[in-house]
């Protein structure tokens, strides 16, 4: 059963975005939303975040215009960029959302 976390805190406030990891399993899939997005501003932080999703195969996206409305470059081969409706393809394609 794969599930999809939404998740849309900053991180800066603590370590609870690498502390998810131990609830996913692999197929699952993260989402970046709102606030969360500014974790794509910490280099060394999301280099080891998207380090150890790669290693669990687990996905990780980003709501483009979230990035947009932060001033957050969409540049980055470990995360996938998606809009509103392919935010609404992740929930079809998973069985169960966690919201974070």
């Not at 980055?76 to 960029?81: A, T």
Request: charged content about 15%.
């Amino acid at each position: 059963m794969n599930t999809l976390f939404v998740i849309n805190r900053s991180w800066h406030d603590s370590v609870w975005l690498f502390e998810q990891l131990a609830f996913a399993c692999p197929g699952d899939a993260i989402l970046l939303v709102e606030d969360a997005v500014l974790a794509l501003q910490s280099p060394v932080n999301l280099g080891s975040f998207s380090a150890k999703c790669a290693a669990m195969k687990i996905a990780v996206y980003a709501l483009a215009d979230d990035c947009l409305l932060r001033g957050i470059d969409s540049q980055y081969d470990s995360i996938q960029m998606i809009d509103y409706p392919g935010y609404v393809k992740l929930v079809t394609q998973h069985a169960k959302q966690v919201a974070w």
